[in-house]
């Protein structure tokens, strides 16, 4: 007994524990490569602007509501849906949330792979010190080659699905859980050191003024739309994944602390790496508009310019890495734990027959970057098809029908049931943000710029 922690510090580990794996989950590419070449796309400030307050006014009671789901149901996604659909006394219908969320988890993971290897491949070329003093017209030919070579691509693409189907197969959730304990404190510490390098050599007003100082006339429906979807990406909601987490929670701790935490730090961590590299893109003359290899040319070099800037380099990707594998984990695991609870299926086949779906969904991102660069629908390729049904479509559609289910039809009882220590005000008024804020909020936002894509 003596080995024992005591029960209160106990209760702390787990409350950080819950912290840090959901952290875990929601810190990833979405934070760094997505919301960086997106704000680059919409114009700055205003969408930032917009980004937040979804993060803050839809997503995090979403989210919240989606954690209360599997909070109740202790299941995979499905079968909690399935549970607590039947405690309301409603239909099945509501499990339509759970396949919509197969789709997304499925389609998400199939590009979020391939950008995944886009990082492994950059780790291996820090390794190879390539751009040490590169000037940056040689940053960006370093980043168009990857993209010409399919080979390269699908190696490192699948050593990407390899590493989280061997992880979700043997079930280290644990480990995973730990391992963002320690990454999640340090990727926000580099991040705080890699913009402070970032506003010396780059031009930190331009930045700051491209960031902060809104130019409203961005302000297009189409661009809402896209905010609002990066900021149910970011927190990986509308899909059933943080169901899985709300099975796992510690009892006796406030969820609406802890998710605000999780909230928190994951828009820290965006906002970081936006001061980290919007500097470099306006000293270097890059289009803020170029698309999803932002990133990837002004970070890397920076890191080209800098003192060790080989060693850091190698460090900064390593763990960027590591965020994207603790996410993919993430992605994987819901679609797993189903096969493995529902159809008794061995885990490691299980992960294994997940893991060889997204791969040759993958192959469809990796080919549109070359072989298929001139197939375009509505202006879009197939990556950005991808992305569009995923971020835009079905991940809005999943997130309005929680808030919808658990807003409208689940009985106050159950879910007051589930919150644990949080003041009956905050209960309240988080009903109130769920019904008449969050669920008209998302149908019109969701709507409308595809009514004008379609019609107009
Ligand atoms: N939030 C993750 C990121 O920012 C991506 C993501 C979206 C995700 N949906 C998810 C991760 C579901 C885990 C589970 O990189």
Redesign the pocket.
């Known amino acids: 007994m003596a080995l024992m922690p005591p029960i209160e510090r106990q209760g702390w580990q787990q409350r950080w524990t819950f912290i840090a794996a959901s952290t875990g ?7 760094l490569w997505k919301f960086s070449y997106l704000a680059g796309e919409n114009g700055g400030a205003a969408f930032v602007l917009v980004y937040l307050a979804s993060v803050f006014l839809l997503a995090l009671p979403i989210l919240l509501a989606e954690v209360i789901i599997g909070s109740r149901g202790r299941a995979n996604p499905v079968s909690s849906l399935h549970h607590v659909a039947l405690e309301a006394g409603s239909s099945r219908f509501w499990q339509i949330i759970a396949w919509l969320g197969v789709a997304a988890s499925l389609l ?1 993971l199939s590009y ?1 792979s391939v950008i995944a290897g886009w990082i492994f491949a950059y780790v291996e070329a820090m390794f190879d010190d390539v751009f040490i003093g590169l000037n940056v017209r040689l940053v960006g030919d370093h980043f168009n080659h990857l993209l010409e070579d399919p080979r390269r691509l699908i190696i490192w693409h699948s050593s990407f699905v390899a590493l989280i189907v061997l992880i979700a197969a043997f079930g280290v959730k644990r480990g995973v859980a730990r391992a963002a304990r320690i990454l999640i404190p340090v990727l926000i510490i580099a991040l705080i050191l890699l913009a402070v390098y970032a506003s010396k050599i780059g031009d930190i007003d331009t930045a700051l003024e491209f960031l902060f100082k809104p130019d409203w006339s961005a302000l297009t429906p189409a661009m809402i739309l896209a905010a609002m979807g990066q900021a149910f ?4 909601i509308g ?1 059933g ?1 943080m169901m899985a987490f709300g099975a796992h929670r510690p009892d006796r701790h406030s969820v609406v602390g802890m998710l605000a935490m999780v909230a928190l730090l994951d828009t820290a961590v965006a906002l970081l790496a936006g001061l980290a590299i919007f500097p470099l893109v306006f000293s270097l003359n890059i289009e803020p508009a170029m698309g999803p290899g932002l990133m990837f040319v002004a970070l890397p070099y920076a890191f080209g310019q800098m003192v060790y800037g080989d060693f850091f380099g190698l460090l900064f990707f390593l763990m960027v890495a590591c965020v994207s594998l603790t ?1 993919g984990v ?2 994987l695991e819901p679609v797993t734990a189903w096969l493995v609870e529902r159809f008794n299926w061995w885990r490691p086949l299980a992960a294994t027959a997940v893991g060889v779906l997204v791969w040759l969904l993958g192959l469809l991102t990796v080919f549109s970057l070359n072989l298929w660069a001139d197939i375009n629908l509505w202006g879009m390729g197939v990556f950005e098809w991808l992305d569009f049904i995923s971020a835009n479509i079905l991940l809005p559609l999943g997130a309005w029908l929680i808030a919808l289910f658990v807003g409208w039809w689940m009985r106050a009882e159950v879910i007051s049931d589930e919150m644990f220590d949080d003041h009956p005000w905050i209960f309240s008024l988080w009903r109130l943000l769920l019904r008449y804020i969050a669920a008209p909020a998302v149908l019109v936002i969701f709507i409308v710029p595809l009514y004008q894509r379609l019609i107009g």
């Open positions: 989950a929601a810190v990833g590419l979405g934070n998400i979020y990406f970011t927190l990986s899909m994944a996410s993430a992605l």
